[in-house]
């Protein structure tokens, strides 16, 4: 029990220092803002590594859900391997970008001129270490990327106007808790990971990638998965704290990696924010939509056995859609829909501003 409170209070003191670490970074956004033009560069490609916040299409068609129907409904009207019903946030940050959204590395035989726009290496269900998919961890994507340049598919001056996407949502610890670890191990098993992201940051700026943005951890206690225990009513506060313990290291990372790096090459995506404002006021601060009850999601198995997209033998869906994705936040379990997505950008804006 001491041990607990001990983690609470140091979860607590985190907390704290994150929030303060936030506004610092608040304060010197806006005194960056009257000099865009100095600091200011115009991405002409976007490369993306991660998981399934962030997937297009490099999932196994056998394996994920994402291939199934209703996946895809929205747009592209099909299952196409995405985790939502429609975009997802690399979709997003393109189009804010003004740039195509990137071929998944898994297509890119079939869409030579769209290499143009960079490529999305993230596949759903991966981590920064091996986690319960087969799928290629972020190193391994970084190696795919590496390869590319050395095969010239990019050159140092395409890098040079680039920006990377890199997410990491959570299945390192998904897989951490399904192998048995427990809640003492888990403070410094969030330590590990970031340090391995930091690593992974690193590298993908060494290798001439002019600004690396990256996504703090969404509260993983909102997820329906989470809150389906209480009806979808209330977050796990508990759960949110482990998560800002590990956003407060990334945060601390990140700052140690702009200090070293000319040009503060690295942005946080604050998905934890952006995720709460979003959740907080039903969406309302977008004028159109209201999300009226946020935690729920649209896609849901008919019971804890089946998830959104599952048939049984005979072929018979066993899991229900809602009427109106365009209504909802979250898209299955853990994924948000379109709409959710572009609500989070829209909350992500003045960040994104930073990239411009
Ligand atoms: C990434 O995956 C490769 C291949 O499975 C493995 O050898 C490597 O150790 C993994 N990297 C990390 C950081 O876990
Ligand atoms: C919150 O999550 C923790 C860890 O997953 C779990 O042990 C706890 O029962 C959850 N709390 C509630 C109120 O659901
Ligand atoms: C930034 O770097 C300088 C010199 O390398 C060092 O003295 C300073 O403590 C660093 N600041 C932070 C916040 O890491």
Redesign the pocket.
């Known amino acids: 029990m001491e041990k607990q409170k001990n983690i609470l209070f140091f979860c607590f003191f985190c907390f704290v220092l994150l929030s303060l670490l936030t506004e610092m970074e608040g304060v010197e956004a806006s005194a960056r803002k009257g000099h865009r033009g100095v600091y200011g560069f115009r991405p002409t490609k976007l490369f993306v590594f991660g998981d399934s916040y962030a997937d297009t299409g490099n999932n196994r068609k056998t394996q994920a859900n994402s291939w199934k129907v209703p996946y895809g409904i929205t747009f592209p009207g099909k299952p196409a391997g995405r985790f939502s019903d429609g975009r997802v946030l690399t979709d997003y940050l393109a189009k804010y970008l003004g740039l195509q959204s990137p071929i998944p590395y898994r297509w890119r035989k079939y869409g030579e001129n769209k290499v143009r726009c960079g490529m999305n290496f993230a596949y759903g269900g991966t981590g920064v270490f091996n986690t319960l998919v087969l799928d290629p961890n972020m190193t391994t994507q970084i190696d795919f990327f590496q390869n590319l340049i050395k095969d010239c598919v990019y050159k140092r001056r395409d890098l040079r106007s680039s920006l990377a996407l890199v997410t990491l949502s959570g299945n390192d610890y998904g897989a951490f808790l399904a192998n048995g670890g427990t809640a003492q191990d888990l403070i410094s098993f969030i330590a590990r990971v970031v340090n391995q992201l930091t690593v992974n940051l690193k590298r993908v700026h060494g290798l001439g990638v002019r600004k690396v943005a990256v996504t703090a951890l969404q509260p993983l206690g909102c997820l329906p998965r989470s809150t389906i225990s209480n009806a979808f009513q209330q977050c796990n506060a508990t759960e949110n704290m482990a998560v800002d313990f590990h956003n407060s290291l990334l945060q601390q990372a990140v700052?140690?990696l702009n200090?070293?790096s000319k040009g503060s090459a690295f942005v946080i995506l604050d998905l934890y924010n952006s995720f709460n404002k979003v959740l907080k006021s039903k969406g309302e601060f977008l004028g159109s939509v209201t999300f009226n009850t946020p935690l729920k999601p649209c896609c849901m198995g008919i019971s804890s056995d089946y998830y959104c997209g599952n048939v049984d033998g005979k072929g018979k869906k066993m899991y229900t859609v809602c009427d109106n994705p365009g209504g909802a936040f979250f898209w299955d379990m853990v994924h948000p829909t379109q709409a959710g997505w572009r609500a989070v950008c829209l909350a992500l804006k003045s960040t994104l501003d930073q990239i411009n």
């Open positions: 700052a140690k200090n070293e």
